[in-house]
């Protein structure tokens, strides 16, 4: 990412209320970030609760 002129302002990383972030500011400085939630990652089909 660095490479293609992205900056990575923070993360990734886990945070404490089971969240992965992720900060990025692409070469025009636009601001992204992107959150995945892990325990949805874990959860079961909701055919199989």
């Known amino acids: ?3 293609a ?4 302002e923070y993360g990734p990383a886990d945070e404490p209320r ?3 972030c992720l ?3 692409d ?3 636009t601001s ?3 959150r995945t939630d892990e325990r949805a990652a874990v959860r079961p089909p909701a055919d199989e609760r």
């Open 32 to 34: 992204i970030s992107s």
């Open 18 to 20: 089971g969240v992965r």
């Open 1 to 3: 990412m660095r490479a």
């Open 23 to 25: 900060y990025v500011r």
């Open 5 to 8: 002129g992205i900056a990575i």
């Open 27 to 29: 070469p025009f400085g």
